[in-house]
C-alpha cells in the first residue's frame, strides 16, 4: 500500500511564509511527478505546482515568484514553500504524486489535505 502524509499547514498573517511537507511511503517502485493542489469550499481543485522527475516546475499564474515546490527523491517527500502569503491563499492544500507501486499500475496519490489560513 502507498501512503502520502502531509504537514506543516496552519494559520499565519498576510505576508507571513509557510512550508507545506508531503512525503510519500509504502511498496513504491518509482516516482513520477509530484505537486500541490488546493481546494476553496465551493470551487473546483486547482493545480497549484509541481515538478517532474527530472526538476522541471511549473506553477498557477497566482503564486509565480511567491511559491516554490522542491523534491527529495531520496525521502520520496515534496514541498511548497509559500512566501508573501495573501488572504485570497486560504484554501485546502493537497499534495499528490503520480507513482509506480509494487503492483505494478502507475497511479496517482492523493494526501490527506491540510488547511492554510492566511488571515490578520
Known amino acids: 500500500q502507498v501512503q502520502l502524509v502531509e504537514s506543516g499547514g496552519g494559520l499565519v498573517q498576510p505576508g507571513g511564509s509557510l512550508r507545506l511537507s508531503c512525503e510519500a511511503s509504502?511498496?513504491?517502485?518509482?516516482?513520477?511527478?509530484m505537486g500541490w493542489y488546493r481546494q476553496i469550499p465551493g470551487k473546483e481543485r486547482e493545480l497549484v505546482a509541481f515538478i517532474s522527475s527530472s526538476g522541471n516546475t511549473n506553477y498557477e499564474d497566482s503564486v509565480k515568484g511567491r511559491f516554490t515546490v522542491s523534491r527529495d527523491n531520496a525521502k520520496n517527500t515534496v514541498y511548497l514553500q509559500m512566501n508573501s502569503l495573501k488572504p485570497e491563499d486560504t484554501a485546502v492544500y493537497y499534495c499528490?504524486?503520480?507513482?509506480?507501486?509494487?503492483?505494478?499500475?502507475?497511479?496517482?496519490?492523493w494526501g490527506q489535505g491540510t488547511q492554510v489560513t492566511v488571515s490578520s
Open positions: 509504502g511498496s513504491i517502485l518509482r516516482i513520477n511527478a
Open positions: 499528490y504524486t503520480y507513482l509506480l507501486p509494487t503492483s505494478g499500475t502507475w497511479t496517482r496519490y
